[in-house]
């Protein structure tokens, strides 16, 4: 029989922080069961927890041994001197398995702690299953999402592609789908323990549902337990990822995006192998998981911290002072000039590796980005793309697009890009069709070619309500330079603002149009937002990411949190917007001119 069944809410009261409400979660769970303990984990909370706990943490609380719910029986031990906490999502599968593992008794206590909410119904099978009065404690708990940093968090859903269709279009997958988010999102405010204003996108259907959903779970859910929350001047606001593509389409600059954007981060992990080994790969055959595999998290590591929202120029500045302060004080003589000097001198002066800690780790990424830029030059590329988006030029930009189409230094898939951002800008311009021709004749196939037109039915003007190429933006240009140290990045490259910061300007200066950005009836109030929730249905960016870790610098700002279905690169979004033409097709684009190209890194 089941001894109790609540539902949970971090203990402290917070800030828009999802890392300490989670941590306070996590911590409750592993000091409240006592003694040596088994974890078992799903393949989803496997992954929320590794970006709030590290595997030598989970140790430190006696826990004995890992193991996931959907492991093979045969290898499960029986542990019957035990406990057991299972810490998994409440999905139709991990609700059977666990019904089984309780008929099964392996442990001798079991603590279960689900991340969403569960059916009445679904209780009542557990307490028939446990016949020996083995559940000790069955919880509710909100942390049904993934935490990049403090104010960052992902459903970790690629694709949402399907819910761009009309609601009424819908199968039981797409409902499905729409389940996910709408879970993961409402997990993540209940975690805050805020009942915020909501605002959407009016244009969207999808931002609608949503909305109205949320709205109506909310309410219930506070007039069960309206202890457990706080009305505050919160306002949730849903995005839809159709109103601005343009800002997924971009070559990035700053040094989380750009890892994200040339490799790839999932998790907060990067494996070089997954990118186009640009490190001595010779001297990196017989290295483990753990040496080609890097953590890039600001709570780990200070140095990534402070840098991750630095120009690639002012990153390599701040690697070279760190490495001029220790060989000072080593009395060394080194020439640094470049990043593969910066390379040189880890590997000849052992006490940078131990003083630096993490700093190694940034000098190998450091030099793996400066090589990804200059053989696929992309400062000659991102150039055009930023004058693109951040001028009308209309003349001017057809030629330069044309220029880079013939250029053979530069990579089919950029040049796909720019045709794409050429296109989202003048979408009827008749130049388009003969821009395709060239990339045809590069060897561009019609699956690829087709990516253009997808992009324009995704999220072309038609799908948009607001002024995506607009130059209003919420700061001023001259406040957003850089100090460039290298002469090859200076901010010409970073002008571009995403368009979400119009919305947000609108919003502090109590401009935003109702019609335009509805609101629910659920704690609606007139004065200026003291927190901002920011959700894009369709996946977010890095280069978002950073825009809000520089606001939540500045004084006298709303705290803002940011989240998405996914955290996209330019890969990953055109992978989803490949759906629109054909299923489990995905086309590969590659300049064979390039004896470099890894057809991996080049997958949509």
């Known amino acids: 029989m089941i001894q109790q069944q609540t539902r949970g809410a971090p203990q402290k009261k917070y800030t828009l922080n999802l890392l300490n409400s989670a941590t306070d979660y996590i911590d409750r769970i592993l000091s409240e069961v006592s003694g040596m303990k088994c974890l078992i984990l799903d393949q989803e909370t496997i992954g929320i927890i590794s970006l709030i706990y590290s595997q030598s943490q989970i140790l430190k609380k006696d826990v004995y041994l890992m193991e996931r719910i959907e492991a093979n029986a045969s290898t499960k031990q029986k542990l019957q001197h035990m406990k057991v906490i299972f810490l998994i999502r409440p999905t139709q599968e991990n609700q059977t398995l666990l019904l089984q593992e309780i008929k099964d008794k392996r442990f001798c206590e079991y603590y279960i702690f689900f991340t969403n909410t569960l059916s009445n119904f679904y209780i009542e099978q557990l307490a028939e299953a446990d016949e020996s009065d083995l559940i000790k404690q069955l919880q509710e708990i909100y942390l049904d999402y993934y935490i990049v940093q403090p104010d960052t968090f992902t459903l970790n859903i690629p694709s949402t592609i399907a819910l761009t269709k009309s609601v009424t279009q819908w199968n039981s997958k797409d409902e499905q789908l729409f389940q996910r988010v709408l879970e993961g999102l409402s997990a993540t405010i209940y975690s805050l323990r805020r009942i915020p204003m909501i605002r959407y996108q009016g244009s969207s259907e999808i931002c609608a549902k949503l909305a109205q959903r949320i709205s109506q779970t909310m309410r219930e859910e506070y007039e069960q337990s309206q202890s457990q929350f706080m009305l505050s001047n919160c306002l949730l606001l849903i995005l839809d990822r159709r109103e601005d593509p343009a800002t997924l389409l971009l070559n990035q600059w700053t040094y989380q995006a750009m890892l994200h954007e040339l490799i790839g981060i999932q998790n907060n992990r990067i494996d070089i192998r997954q990118g186009q080994k640009a490190l001595n790969q010779a001297a990196s055959i017989n290295k483990t998981d753990s040496e080609n595999e890097f953590v890039v998290a600001s709570a780990l590591d200070d140095f990534f911290a402070e840098n991750a929202y630095s120009n690639f120029g002012e990153l390599a500045q701040n690697i070279k002072d760190f490495i001029d302060k220790v060989t000072q004080q080593k009395k060394e003589t080194v020439q640094i000039n470049s990043l593969e000097d910066m390379q040189k001198a880890v590997d000849k002066i052992p006490e940078i590796r131990k003083m630096s800690g993490n700093l190694s780790k940034h000098v190998a990424l450091s030099c793996e980005l400066s ?37 053979r230094t530069i990579q089919t898939y950029e040049k796909l890009k720019l045709v794409m951002l050429y296109a989202l800008r003048y979408e009827n311009c008749d130049k388009i069709s003969r821009m395709k021709d060239v ?22 003007k038609a799908r948009r309500q607001g002024d995506l190429f607009s130059d209003k933006n919420i700061f001023s240009k001259a406040q957003q330079k850089f100090k460039s140290v290298f002469k090859d990045v200076p901010n010409i490259y970073t002008q571009h603002q995403p368009y979400f910061l119009t919305i947000l300007e609108q919003i502090l200066t109590n401009k935003i149009k109702e019609n335009e ?3 629910t009836n659920l704690n609606q109030f007139r004065d200026r937002p003291s927190e901002i929730i920011i959700f894009y249905v369709g996946g977010t960016s890095f280069e978002e990411v950073k825009e809000i870790g520089l606001l939540n610098k500045q004084p006298n700002q709303p705290n803002i949190l940011l989240g998405g279905t996914y955290i996209h690169n330019s890969r990953t979004f055109l992978a989803e917007i490949c759906q629109l033409g054909y299923e489990n097709n995905i086309e590969v684009v590659v300049d064979k001119s390039n004896p470099r190209n890894d057809n991996k890194f080049h997958k949509f």
Do not use: T
Not at 373 to 393: T, Y
Not at 448 to 454: A, E, G, P, T
């Open 371 to 407: 090589k990804l830029v200059e053989e696929r030059q992309l400062l000659k590329v991102s150039k055009i793309e930023q004058d693109i988006v951040c001028n009308e030029a209309k003349s001017e930009h057809q030629k330069a697009v044309f220029q880079m189409l013939e250029d």
């Open 439 to 460: 990339l045809r004749d590069l060897g561009v196939k019609n699956n690829s070619l087709n990516l253009i037109n997808h992009l324009l039915d995704y999220s072309g």
């Open 517 to 519: 950005f509805p609101s």
